[in-house]
Nanobody, 121 residues
Framework: QVQLVESGGGSVQAGGSLRLSCAAS????????MGWFRQAPGKEREEVAV????????RYADSVKGRFTISQDNAKNTVYLQMNSLKPEDTAMYYC??????????????WGQGTQVTVSS
């Protein structure tokens, strides 16, 4: 069982930056697909960025390419999402998620509690 704990959400003005962190625990000696999803009120949940902790390029939603960067610290079992040039449309609840193995699709087995990101214009 993998536990995910997020931190780093908050409120920021358009053009600003935030960094989200997701610490994973409860497992050893395995690589995960970890990443971030978001859901705004009245909208479906969407994949934002995912990364395979065993190596390889990350995957980004088109809407965040060039602005968001996902990274990992394997020593800390932590994944980060650096969000720059934030826009009001980035406002959503952001969830960390994970599953075993490669990031073949958007199906995840483990979810964090979510952290709110609010971007004002």
């Amino acid at each position: 069982q993998v536990q995910l704990v997020e931190s780093g959400g908050g409120s920021v003005q358009a053009g600003g930056s935030l960094r989200l962190s997701c610490a994973a625990s409860g497992y050893t000696y395995s690589s995960l697909c970890m990443g971030w999803f978001r859901q705004a009120p009245g909208k479906e949940r969407e994949e934002v960025a995912v990364i395979y902790t065993g190596g390889g390029p990350p995957r980004y939603a088109d809407s965040v390419k060039g602005r968001f960067t996902i990274s990992q610290d394997n020593a800390k079992n932590t994944v980060y999402l650096q969000m720059n040039s934030l826009k009001p449309e980035d406002t959503a609840m952001y969830y960390c998620a994970a599953t075993w193995g490669f990031c073949a699709n958007s199906r995840m087995d483990y979810w964090g509690q979510g952290t709110q990101v609010t971007v004002s214009s």
